[in-house]
């Protein structure tokens, strides 16, 4: 099993719907969960970190779930300026950052 | 404004030729990283540094090679030895090891 595993997509959403995608991590003893956006051609930029008791941000939300490993993001009222790769990001207790390889999103109008 | 700067934003190198990446920050974080992104792939890291004048191997770092002179920067060189340098490279920083990274805009390294 990869340590971080995304759907790669993309995922193919008219405007307005809701979206949720998982990733899910392989070592049970990790500790810090991240959602990151990459524009095309572009850096990384945190979204938001995703804690024990799930948060969430104006249209966006993410969750944890320890006992089946995996974290979640929910988009909701999506809007054309979402479309882009999301990137899954867990950090180890051995400060071990891992990666997902993302998940690809288009709106569509 | 704080942030991390990488230059050049495009560099293309010869067959044989070293290449040196920039990588400036002025957060005063005390951890760098250098990550390589290719098509369709995760980012891998390459190498980090927790401290001036210290740093770690990642998970690809042969054909690299990196120094830390100061805390604000982190050079990053690919050398001849790296047979396959076409990619996305990205610089991030973050207060220490357990914290939140955050991005430079990244290199493209292309093979003339």
């Known amino acids: 099993r990869k340590e971080v595993e995304q759907d790669p997509g993309p995922f193919n959403v008219p405007e307005g719907a809701t979206v949720a995608f998982n990733c899910t991590y392989s070592n049970s003893a990790s500790q810090s969960f991240f959602w990151y956006r990459q524009d095309c051609r572009k850096e990384p930029k945190l979204l938001m970190s995703?804690?024990?008791s799930g948060n969430e941000d104006g249209r966006f939300t993410a969750q944890l779930n320890r006992a089946s490993q995996y974290i979640s993001l929910l988009i909701r009222d999506s809007k054309l300026s979402d479309s882009a790769t999301y990137l899954c990001v867990v950090m180890n207790r051995d400060d071990k950052i891992i990666f997902g390889k993302g998940t690809r999103l288009h709106i569509l109008p | 404004d704080g942030g991390i700067t990488q230059s050049p934003k495009y560099l293309f190198r010869k067959e044989g030729q070293n290449v040196t990446l920039s990588c400036e920050q002025n957060?005063?974080?005390?951890?760098m990283y250098w990550y390589r992104q290719d098509p369709g792939q995760g980012l891998r890291l390459i190498y980090y540094s927790q401290i001036v004048n210290d740093f770690q191997k990642g998970d690809i770092a042969e054909g690299y090679s990196v120094s830390r002179e100061k805390k604000e920067s982190f050079p990053l060189t690919v050398t001849s030895a790296q047979k396959n340098p076409t990619a996305f490279y990205l610089c991030a920083s973050s207060i220490n090891r357990e914290n939140i990274q955050y991005f430079g805009a990244g290199t493209r390294l292309s093979v003339l």
């Open positions: 957060l005063n974080h005390d951890a």
């Open positions: 995703v804690y024990s």
